[in-house]
């Protein structure tokens, strides 16, 4: 009876997630409330279920990214790259999709889209074109660069945590399919938007209102205070913190104690720049709380043995592992684009698990590189799919570009269908 | 209006609030260069067209911007067809880029002039209020700061960022200056000996176009006979017959009160008019002058560059 209550109380929290009846945190701390108020967990067990390495992972890249975006750093390189492009739509193009891309790999998601976007319309739109391609592309490209590490994208932070990978592990495994989705989607955007793109070194009226834009953002961001030790000191515990990822498994530390470390290495050095309370009130508490919740909710479920079945399920089902690795790819990514990919993660860990457990003797990490792919790069398919979507609407609306659900989908579910469809040849290949 | 006029209608007003007129010429020039330095026509001949296309483009804006109509002016009596027949093809980015160059330079000197005959003015243990933050009063009290002379100055508040580049730039240079809301000087008047203003333009009809705010300033210190000084750049001057009040924009949005529910139309105005008489003395880069003098100066000018008539560069 109680498994029974389990799978209710983790379905209705879900059904409330998806339709935002209220904040996420509230929902997944009182589903897993319930789980042991019922007595489906004890509350020792509710606190085991928690995967405190990924929470402080959260916590400490939370700490890390606010801190160094006060230094301006970020700012400073955004306008260095404006400048870059001289006001050419396909350099804008290129250089800031790239950039997203990149800062998605290292910051989070949400993080890079408000950085970026707001600089991409106000130079774009200034130019007279649309921004919506523009915006379009760093939605996308942050996914995609999101998808490539450890750190990138929350899922992966779970995945990362749950199965003990290392930063290097995701590299290794997801640079191919990552790198050719990226061309893919570039090659996309530069047949598809044309005519927005096409440069306009030959036209000196559009060059001259580019240069103008340019040289207002420059004096902007001259007028912002920078400190130079700030900027120093950020940009060494950020490289520090990147070579420790990268140099993980010869350090012999998790990922989590080395963001930490850096977390509290860069508060220490840069205490008289960034308060300690100001980067404490900038955690996004709700979002880890969320993570603790929803750990609880899936170890409820797990304690039930459904999610047990499930896995039998599906390993019965097929003994064929190209078959599972496809499965587990467009399930999680068609999952991501409607779903939360966070909860609908949380839940496939113990499952693949499961299945590996009925796999004995064969390698299926493959199946983890799958669910990653499929739910970093599935939420590109609406807008609704991933948080940065649907930051990167609100603040291209604030600046009075309006996007709305269909006219991202007509583009972007293509477009995800045939970045899968790379993924499915790259399982191919590695397990045929 | 033009699609494009009216994106740099809207680029150039944005660009001339937050720096004043002066700083948005150069930076208009200096972005000249780089879009010259970028551009790859097919045939370089296209280079004139394109370029009566961009001055046709600058000079028409709302408003118009004397400052740019001037170098813009400037710049197309040079590049004129019989030029452009004359250019070769390997040398005319770098012919046409040194004469912009030098319009720049000759732009900065003309500002560096006006500073130099700022110096005329007796400033020794005055108090000077300011108010706008125009770049060339600015220039011109740093300069006596240098100078080593002795002086106060009282900011009038008026924009929030606009006030503040001017206590950044007096705390800056080292200047001695408080602050006061521009509602309350008439208690400090008494203690006041002389206001400085600097100005977007001056139009045909001897109206100065200054910031807004500034016309109460300057009536209240008229009444009180405190010497009211404009420091501007005859470069700035509106070269062509204006329409009334042309340069205003006027900005109507709703406000909601901070606290009830209560709803409103607030109603702001870009910028003031104020008649170049109320003016003590003009300071500008040819000579400090009086009203009568500088609406001299401005009407041989109007005569030698003609815009509006002759070179056919700004309609009426």
Same mark, same amino acid.
């Given at each position: 009876?109680?498994?029974?209550?389990?799978?209710?109380?983790?379905?209705?929290?879900?059904?409330?997630?998806?339709?935002?009846?209220?904040?996420?945190?509230?929902?997944?701390?009182?589903?897993?409330?319930?789980?042991?108020?019922?007595?489906?967990?004890?509350?020792?067990?509710?606190?085991?279920?928690?995967?405190?390495?990924?929470?402080?992972?959260?916590?400490?890249?939370?700490?890390?990214?606010?801190?160094?975006?006060?230094?301006?750093?970020?700012?400073?390189?955004?306008?260095?790259?404006?400048?870059?492009?001289?006001?050419?739509?396909?350099?804008?193009?290129?250089?800031?999709? $790239?950039?997203?891309?990149?800062?998605?790999?290292?910051? !989070?998601? #949400?993080?890079? /889209?408000?950085? %970026?976007?707001? *600089? @991409? &319309?106000?130079?774009?739109?200034?130019?007279?074109?649309?921004?919506?391609?523009?915006?379009?592309?760093?939605?996308?490209?942050?996914?995609?660069?999101?998808?490539?590490?450890?750190?990138?994208?929350?899922?992966?932070?779970?995945?990362?945590?749950?199965?003990?990978?290392?930063?290097?592990?995701?590299?290794?495994?997801?640079?191919?399919?990552?790198?050719?989705?990226?061309?893919?989607?570039?090659?996309?955007?530069?047949?598809?938007?044309?005519?927005?793109?096409?440069?306009?070194?030959?036209?000196?009226?559009?060059?001259?209102?580019?240069?103008?834009?340019?040289?207002?953002?420059? $004096?902007?961001?001259?007028?912002?205070?920078?400190?130079? !030790?700030? #900027?120093?000191? /950020?940009?060494? %515990?950020?490289? *520090? @913190? &990147?070579?420790?990822?990268?140099?993980?498994?010869?350090?012999?530390?998790?990922?989590?104690?080395?963001?930490?470390?850096?977390?509290?290495?860069?508060?220490?050095?840069?205490?008289?720049?960034?308060?300690?309370?100001?980067?404490?009130?900038?955690?996004?508490?709700?979002?880890?709380?969320?993570?603790?919740?929803?750990?609880?909710?899936?170890?409820?479920?797990?304690?039930?043995?459904?999610?047990?079945?499930?896995?039998?399920?599906?390993?019965?089902?097929?003994?064929?592992?190209?078959?599972?690795?496809?499965?587990?790819?467009?399930?999680?990514?068609?999952?991501?684009?409607?779903?939360?990919?966070?909860?609908?993660?949380?839940?496939?860990?113990?499952?693949?698990?499961?299945?590996?457990?009925?796999?004995?003797?064969?390698?299926?990490?493959?199946?983890?590189?799958?669910?990653?792919?499929?739910?970093?790069?599935?939420?590109?398919?609406?807008?609704?799919?991933?948080?940065?979507?649907?930051?990167?609407?609100?603040?291209?609306?604030?600046?009075?570009?309006?996007?709305?659900?269909?006219?991202?989908?007509?583009?972007?579910?293509?477009?995800?269908?045939?970045?899968?469809?790379?993924?499915?040849?790259?399982?191919?290949?590695?397990?045929? | 209006?033009?699609?494009?006029?009216?994106?740099?209608?809207?680029?150039?007003?944005?660009?001339?609030?937050?720096?004043?007129?002066?700083?948005?010429?150069?930076?208009?020039?200096?972005?000249?260069?780089?879009?010259?330095?970028?551009?790859?026509?097919?045939?370089?001949?296209?280079?004139?067209?394109?370029?009566?296309?961009?001055?046709?483009?600058?000079?028409?804006?709302?408003?118009?911007?004397?400052?740019?109509?001037?170098?813009?002016?400037?710049?197309?009596?040079?590049?004129?067809?019989?030029?452009?027949?004359?250019?070769?093809?390997?040398?005319?980015?770098?012919?046409?880029?040194?004469?912009?160059?030098?319009?720049?330079?000759?732009?900065?000197?003309?500002?560096?002039?006006?500073?130099?005959?700022?110096?005329?003015?007796?400033?020794?243990?005055?108090?000077?209020?300011?108010?706008?933050?125009?770049?060339?009063?600015?220039?011109?009290?740093?300069?006596?700061?240098?100078?080593?002379?002795?002086?106060?100055?009282?900011?009038?508040?008026?924009?929030?960022?606009?006030?503040?580049?001017?206590?950044?730039?007096?705390?800056?240079?080292?200047?001695?200056?408080?602050?006061?809301?521009?509602?309350?000087?008439?208690?400090?008047?008494?203690?006041?000996?002389?206001?400085?203003?600097?100005?977007?333009?001056?139009?045909?009809?001897?109206?100065?176009?200054?910031?807004?705010?500034?016309?109460?300033?300057?009536?209240?210190?008229?009444?009180?006979?405190?010497?009211?000084?404009?420091?501007?750049?005859?470069?700035?001057?509106?070269?062509?017959?204006?329409?009334?009040?042309?340069?205003?924009?006027?900005?109507?949005?709703?406000?909601?009160?901070?606290?009830?529910?209560?709803?409103?139309?607030?109603?702001?105005?870009?910028?003031?008019?104020?008649?170049?008489?109320?003016?003590?003395?003009?300071?500008?880069?040819?000579?400090?002058?009086?009203?009568?003098?500088?609406?001299?100066?401005?009407?041989?000018?109007?005569?030698?560059?003609?815009?509006?008539?002759?070179?056919?560069?700004?309609?009426?």
């Amino acid at each position: 009876m109680l498994s029974y209550i389990a799978l209710i109380i983790f379905v209705l929290a879900f059904v409330l997630i998806v339709f935002e009846v209220f904040d996420k945190s509230l929902i997944a701390l009182s589903g897993a409330l319930l789980m042991v108020i019922i007595g489906i967990l004890t509350p020792e067990q509710a606190i085991e279920s928690v995967d405190f390495e990924t929470i402080l992972l959260l916590l400490s890249m939370m700490l890390l990214v606010h801190i160094a975006s006060k230094s301006g750093v970020f700012e400073w390189l955004n306008v260095k790259i404006a400048s870059l492009t001289r006001g050419n739509p396909l350099a804008i193009f290129l250089l800031f999709s $790239l950039v997203t891309a990149v800062f998605s790999a290292f910051l !989070d998601n #949400v993080t890079t /889209v408000i950085l %970026i976007v707001p *600089l @991409t &319309v106000e130079l774009v739109k200034g130019m007279g074109k649309d921004p919506k391609p523009y915006i379009f592309a760093e939605i996308i490209f942050s996914n995609i660069g999101g998808a490539l590490t450890l750190i990138g994208d929350p899922p992966n932070i779970i995945i990362g945590g749950a199965v003990g990978l290392s930063f290097m592990d995701f590299i290794v495994n997801l640079w191919i399919p990552i790198t050719f989705s990226a061309i893919f989607a570039l090659i996309v955007f530069t047949i598809k938007y044309w005519k927005h793109l096409r440069p306009v070194s030959d036209n000196l009226v559009e060059l001259l209102i580019a240069n103008i834009i340019i040289k207002k953002i420059r $004096l902007k961001f001259v007028k912002t205070t920078i400190h130079t !030790d700030f #900027v120093v000191k /950020v940009v060494a %515990i950020l490289l *520090l @913190t &990147v070579t420790g990822f990268f140099l993980q498994t010869l350090i012999g530390l998790p990922t989590y104690v080395i963001a930490f470390s850096a977390a509290v290495l860069l508060a220490l050095i840069t205490a008289k720049r960034a308060h300690i309370h100001d980067a404490f009130r900038s955690v996004e508490w709700s979002t880890l709380f969320f993570f603790a919740g929803l750990f609880v909710l899936v170890g409820g479920v797990e304690h039930s043995g459904f999610l047990e079945i499930i896995s039998e399920y599906i390993a019965t089902s097929t003994d064929n592992l190209l078959w599972l690795a496809l499965i587990v790819l467009w399930v999680s990514g068609i999952a991501s684009m409607i779903l939360d990919n966070i909860p609908f993660v949380t839940v496939m860990i113990p499952v693949i698990f499961g299945i590996q457990g009925h796999m004995a003797g064969v390698d299926t990490s493959i199946l983890w590189w799958a669910l990653s792919l499929g739910a970093c790069l599935g939420g590109n398919g609406t807008l609704i799919g991933a948080s940065a979507n649907v930051v990167s609407v609100d603040l291209a609306n604030k600046e009075g570009v309006h996007i709305s659900f269909i006219e991202y989908l007509k583009f972007s579910l293509p477009l995800t269908l045939g970045i899968l469809g790379l993924c499915s040849i790259y399982l191919y290949i590695v397990i045929v | 209006m033009d699609k494009k006029v009216e994106l740099v209608s809207e680029l150039l007003r944005e660009i001339e609030v937050d720096l004043g007129a002066r700083d948005l010429a150069d930076l208009v020039l200096r972005s000249l260069v780089d879009a010259i330095t970028s551009f790859k026509p097919k045939e370089f001949m296209e280079f004139c067209p394109q370029f009566d296309r961009l001055v046709n483009i600058i000079v028409n804006t709302e408003p118009k911007f004397g400052i740019l109509n001037y170098h813009f002016a400037k710049l197309k009596r040079d590049f004129n067809s019989e030029y452009c027949s004359s250019l070769a093809d390997n040398k005319w980015r770098r012919i046409v880029l040194k004469r912009i160059k030098t319009i720049l330079s000759e732009f900065r000197m003309q500002a560096e002039k006006l500073t130099k005959h700022s110096e005329e003015l007796d400033v020794e243990g005055k108090t000077i209020l300011i108010h706008d933050h125009s770049h060339t009063v600015q220039d011109a009290l740093i300069h006596y700061k240098n100078m080593g002379r002795k002086f106060k100055v009282v900011i009038a508040e008026q924009d929030y960022d606009k006030t503040h580049d001017n206590i950044e730039k007096m705390h800056e240079a080292g200047i001695e200056f408080q602050v006061v809301p521009s509602y309350m000087l008439s208690h400090i008047i008494e203690n006041i000996d002389m206001l400085f203003f600097g100005a977007l333009t001056l139009k045909d009809t001897m109206d100065f176009v200054l910031n807004p705010g500034a016309h109460g300033i300057i009536a209240a210190l008229h009444v009180e006979k405190i010497p009211v000084y404009m420091f501007m750049n005859t470069a700035k001057f509106s070269l062509w017959h204006s329409k009334p009040r042309g340069e205003i924009f006027i900005h109507k949005h709703k406000r909601t009160h901070y606290k009830k529910d209560i709803e409103y139309d607030r109603i702001k105005y870009s910028h003031d008019r104020v008649p170049a008489e109320m003016f003590y003395r003009i300071v500008t880069n040819e000579g400090v002058l009086t009203s009568e003098e500088i609406q001299k100066l401005f009407e041989k000018k109007l005569k030698q560059y003609n815009i509006a008539n002759g070179n056919g560069v700004a309609k009426k």
